[in-house]
């Protein structure tokens, strides 16, 4: 579908490059897609930067942690107890599966590492979809509330389509291509936030009626 590369070289064109996934290794990568579940960045980075203080902020460390300890050190990215549950299973599945050496991961598919990434506790779509594309450098486009609004006000998603449509419709429609997925869907986060809100700000949003 042309019109989805068309949106989003506008939308780049508007904000320009993203930078984003913000981290600086693989497993800072993974952990962060597990705490910004329902949560802003912001709380996101404080919970890690209490990681990195307590010199925890890799996947075999928290391994190693008491239950409480994890929960008061991800305290700031919200519902902790629940997230630390998670991000401890995500842990250990990393921890055992490659032994954190993810070069051992290549030469898994795509569909099939997606599919135990899903198995594991606390894991949806989205969270998985993130560790492929951001972390392990799968094109895999990954779908959230902001892109199912700008798709659905926007006409090229309807009220019908579900994650795993949309993910489909934009995998289909673009190049494989995990620097184009990156940028793609950070774009669209930054337009859902600024202008596509749930009070729309239409006048001024860099593709309406612009596309």
Known sequence: MKLLLKIYRRLFKHFGPQHWWPGETVEEIIIGAVL???TNWGNVERAIE???RADALSLRKIVALEPETLSTLIRPSGYYNIKAKRLWAVADYFVRRCDTDFSLLETIPTDELRGELLSVHGVGRETADSILLYALNRPVFVVDAYTLRVGRRHGFLSEKDDYESARALFER?????VQLYNEYHALLVRLGKEYCRPRPRCATCPIF???
């Open 36 to 38: 910004t579940q329902n």
């Open 50 to 52: 209490n990681l990195k």
């Open 173 to 177: 429609s673009l190049k494989r291509d």
């Open 209 to 211: 009626n612009r596309i």
